[in-house]
């Protein structure tokens, strides 16, 4: 495991450090391999983006603020939800965020990325070779129809930027399985979440110091509708 140092604090972009810094705060520092697996896995971004439109055009020089370190906001509750022999599923990864990011911070957990698209399946699965990562795999197809041979149930999931928030959410309130939680972080998802789910807002370090995109919502089914 590695700590934060001056030098890397001026070599790495200021939110990455102070990210990581947080996660030392809270008993989770970075393996030592994980700088070098973000820094590979943005170079294969900006190197394919521009064939596959992994990122918008302007987000191009602020993948380590805007998005790696806004994927790694969930690396808490994820490993608080997940235990070692879960999964955690994120939906419709496109680019890999927060999927990537968080399995690479998260090297003891197991991840399950879908994407109904064959260039960004592809990509995903480049990155994942490329990066060493052996706790991801990737599942082709649009949510839900690609769960159902699944086998198993996983504990925790996210669905970070995609087309039709609100058909989306529908078929996540649908397929969510009790005793499994949806990290919400988008506001206009939670008009689709019917009365019988518990929404908890998430009010942490991450979101005071400006480190969260958006917001996140921790979304489970109530006991009673179970």
């Not at 008993?27 to 596959?52: N, T």
């Not at 070779?129 to 996210?158: D, H, I, Q, W, Y």
């Not at 506001?187 to 998430?202: D, N, R, S, T």
Request: proline content about 5%; aromatic content about 8%; charged content about 20%.
């Amino acid at each position: 495991m590695i700590s934060v140092t001056e030098k890397m604090k001026s070599d790495l972009n200021d939110n990455l450090a102070q990210a990581t810094e947080l996660l030392a705060g809270v008993g989770q520092p970075v393996p030592s391999d994980f700088l070098g697996q973000v820094e590979h896995y943005v170079q294969l971004i900006r190197e394919w983006s521009p064939r596959i439109s992994l990122v918008s055009h302007g987000d191009g020089d602020k993948l380590y603020g805007a998005h790696i370190v806004d994927s790694l906001s969930l690396v808490p509750y994820v490993k608080a939800i997940t235990a070692s022999d879960g999964y955690h599923l994120d939906i419709g990864s496109g680019a890999g965020f927060p999927g990537l990011p968080l399995a690479m911070a998260l090297p003891d957990r197991q991840f399950i990325l879908s994407e109904r698209g064959e260039r960004k399946s592809f990509f995903l699965e480049l990155a994942i070779r490329g990066t060493g990562l052996g706790n991801v795999s990737v599942l082709r197809g649009a949510f839900p129809e690609c769960c159902r041979g699944l086998g198993f149930v996983p504990t925790s999931l996210s669905c970070r930027a995609i087309e039709r928030p609100e058909k989306v959410i529908k078929d996540i309130v649908a397929w969510l399985p009790a005793g499994s939680t949806f990290l919400c972080q988008s506001k206009a998802m939670l008009k689709g979440i019917p009365g019988m789910f518990h929404v908890e807002q998430i009010d942490d370090a991450w979101t005071r110091q400006g480190l969260r995109r958006g917001g996140l919502w921790l979304v489970r089914r109530s006991e009673e509708s179970q």
